[in-house]
């Protein structure tokens, strides 16, 4: 099953720089919502392989991307396509809204 893809102030750029949509989620370790998304995150990692990049981004080790796009409060899920933000969810949320999102971009 994929996983998703761990970004960096480094590679940041890299993961965005492709066709498919792109889901960000931005997470804290020490973050109880955080906790809760997480496993829905790992989940649409396999669901939509092949089909969108699925990635997480520790706002606690990685301060550069997280004020780029002014993370203020975790979690926040950025939805890109092209470089673009197209859609963006705060807080936690059931599966089947981050699902509808991303379905929004594939087409």
Known sequence: ??????????NFEEVLSTDKPVL?????????????IGPVVEELAG???????????DVDSNP???AKFGIRSIPT???FKNNE???KQVG??????????????LN
């Open 64 to 66: 550069q991307v997280s």
């Open 24 to 36: 960000v989620d931005f997470w804290a370790e020490w973050c109880g919502p955080c906790k809760m």
């Open 47 to 57: 669901e939509y392989d092949g089909k969108a990049v699925i990635a997480k981004v």
């Open 92 to 105: 936690a949320v059931p599966k089947a809204v981050l699902s509808q999102k991303l379905e929004a971009q």
């Open 1 to 10: 099953m994929s996983k998703p893809i761990e970004i960096t102030d480094a």
């Open 77 to 79: 899920l950025l939805f």
């Open 85 to 87: 933000i197209v859609d």
